[in-house]
């Protein structure tokens, strides 16, 4: 509860309910250091942060070594008319692939 609201807490939250069902392995409730800080151990929390970025950084190095481009998964890139900024926009899939329980080529976040 360090630190949060108690609408953070709920947002967070991860409860047996939800832990039964099929979750993508990307979703931010499994987060490691995040878990860590609201259990009030920051110290912890920081280098399970600095250990997560550290592994993001060699996995983009990796895919700039091979040629290989980021496609997000489950939205698209799109530029709004009137005020030219980019937004991310559902592109569909998730909720079919929660329905099979098949989360397939998910990368290893944490």
Known sequence: MFGYTKLGLHLNQFPSVIAGE???ST???LRPDQRLYEEGRVDDAGREKSRLEDKQRQARKHRDQNGVVWQ???FAPQE?????TTSHVYKGGYWAAKAKKEFPETPDLF
């Not at 709004?80 to 030219?84: Q, S, V």
């Open 22 to 24: 099929a979750v993508c």
């Open 72 to 74: 997000p998964r489950w």
């Open 27 to 29: 979703d931010s409730r």
């Open 80 to 84: 709004d008319e009137f005020t030219k």
